[in-house]
């Protein structure tokens, strides 16, 4: 059977005023994440998993920042387009696996809830998900939100 592995990352500045969206949930918190779409950076790491495990470029160039009309954009606009491209490709999600790095809100209370979402998105079910969430300890990065994913791809 032919697979593929896809990695991606990414990381955003906390802002005061911003609501803050993380694997297309809308969560409760003092701070969102400044960004010209939503900012979702969990939704831009898995976008950009999926397009590499393909080899068909980055989020950037299917959606590039210069561009006005993705401004305050949905995330999940992008990743809907990583899923047609690797349907394109003839592949389909075997299963997803994330990190997200912040100081805060904490994730493990709302982690199911992102589980169940991204497993939507991904067209998987939440047991093929991974949603694991860690503070920046000792990197200085106190003010960001950073996600790490990496999915697997099987071929139709
Ligand atoms: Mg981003």
């Given amino acids: 059977m032919s697979m593929r592995i896809g990695y991606g990352y990414d990381s955003h500045e906390f802002r005061p005023g911003v609501p803050l969206v993380i694997g297309g949930v809308r969560l ?6 400044a960004g010209h779409s939503d900012g ?36 999940v606009i992008f990743l809907e387009e990583a899923m047609r491209q690797i349907s394109l490709a003839g592949y389909r999600v075997v299963n997803a696996d994330t990190t997200l790095i912040m100081m805060a809100p904490k994730i493990v209370p709302h982690a199911e809830k992102l589980r169940a979402r991204v497993a939507e998105l991904l067209r998987v079910e939440k047991s093929c998900v991974g949603i694991k969430a860690k503070t920046p ?3 200085g990065t106190d003010n960001a939100a950073i996600a790490h994913a990496v999915v697997l791809l099987e071929h139709i």
């Fill in 40 to 75: 979702d950076v969990l939704l831009h790491a898995i976008t950009d998993a999926l397009l590499g495990a393909v080899a068909v470029g980055d989020i950037g160039s299917f959606f590039p920042p210069s561009d006005p009309q993705w401004k305050g954009a949905n995330s």
């Fill in 28 to 33: 409760e918190h003092t701070h969102g994440l």
């Fill in 137 to 139: 300890e000792g990197t």
